[in-house]
Every structure is written in C-alpha cells, then in structure tokens.
C-alpha cells in the first residue's frame, strides 16, 4: 500500500472519531462530571422526598376536606330538624299557659250549669280573663295604648272618623277592637274611632 493511500485512510478513521474519543478528559474533568452527577442524584432525591410530602401533605388536606364537608351536612341537617321542631312546637309555652285558663273556662261552665248563678259565671269570666291577659304578659304580649291618645298610625287603624266638641283633632275617642305588641313588634293594630275638628 502507498504512503499517500495509508495516509488518506488515516484522515477517514480521524473523522469518524468523535470528540470524546479523540481528547480523553483529564483527571479534573472525570472529577468535575463525577460532582455533577453527584449533584443531579442528591437534586433528584431531594425531588423524590418533596413528591412524597406533597402527597402525604394532599391526602391530609383531602381527609380534612371530606370531613369538613361531612360536618357541614351534618350541621345542615341538624338546623332543618331544628327548624321543623321550632315550627311545630314554636308555641309550646304559650300553649302550657293556656291550658290553666282552658281549665277554669270548663270549671266555671261545669258550675254554672250545676247552680244556675248568672252572677257565678260572670265572675268565673271575669278571673278567666284576667289569668288570660296575666299568661299573655308573661308570653311578652301586652296591649297597645289606644283611648284617649294622639293617633299613631303606626299602632291604631282608623275605621270611624268623628267630629267631638270635647276632644283635639287626631284623638282616639273609641277602641272598637284592642291591639297588640308582641315584646316590641306590632302583632296587631287597634282598630279606633279618631275623631276630627268640630265644624258646629
């Protein structure tokens, strides 16, 4: 084989070579990659470790989660029974302190039958209305001022307008039905005659 052939070939197997086989790295370069990857490897375990939390980390927050949403059903369900129960046994108090009146209503009539007095029975009214309005009071029911008072129509209904000689403008002069306040709201108006100026 001539010199010049040898020497071409040589040239082929040179370009095939690559780079890393051409130059092998010196001691600190062997070093240096051994570091990287060293570095690569702790970075990839510190990774593995934070996934790991992570997921521990969301399947406490989804425990948590789905408690609290059980709770919140929970909660939800006890405040629809309360409610039932408050509409259904809302009266309850008021209803126990009728009941006393309801039986002195029944002991006056069962007396009045049985003797005849019409002066026994007003008075079996009389103390059955008076126990009436004492159960209602302690309930926080109470009358609305009415007679003899400037017209408020926040409290009074007006049904009868009439002119009075002896009464202002704006006064009323006759309670037709008695109104009531529940604490301080209004359960219901009194129905008044008011009466106007006086034209004679």
Avoid at 189 to 195: G, Q
Wanted: with cysteine.
């Amino acid at each position: 084989m001539s010199e010049g052939k040898r020497e071409g070939n040589l040239e082929d197997e040179r370009v095939d070579e690559t780079p890393l086989q051409r130059e092998e790295p010196s001691g600190e370069g062997k070093r240096t990659r051994r570091g990287a990857m060293a570095r690569l490897k702790e970075e990839a375990e510190s990774l593995r470790g934070e996934v790991a939390r992570l997921k521990v980390e969301m399947e406490e927050t989804k425990d948590r989660w789905m408690r609290a949403v059980a709770d919140l059903e929970n909660y939800k369900k006890r405040c629809a029974r309360e409610l039932e129960e408050s509409h259904r046994y809302g009266n309850e108090n008021l209803l126990r302190e009728i009941l006393p009146i309801l039986d002195n209503m029944e002991r006056a009539l069962n007396h009045t039958q049985n003797a005849g007095n019409g002066e026994a029975f007003l008075e079996g009214v009389q103390m059955i209305h008076r126990q009436f309005l004492s159960a209602l009071e302690r309930c926080g029911v109470r009358s609305v001022k009415a007679l003899h008072e400037p017209f408020d129509p926040s409290r009074h209904e007006a049904m009868i307008q009439v002119e009075s000689p002896e009464h202002d403008p704006n006064i009323v002069v006759q309670e037709l039905e008695k109104g009531y306040l529940l604490h301080d709201r209004l359960l219901r108006p009194a129905k008044v005659t008011v009466s106007k100026r006086f034209e004679g």
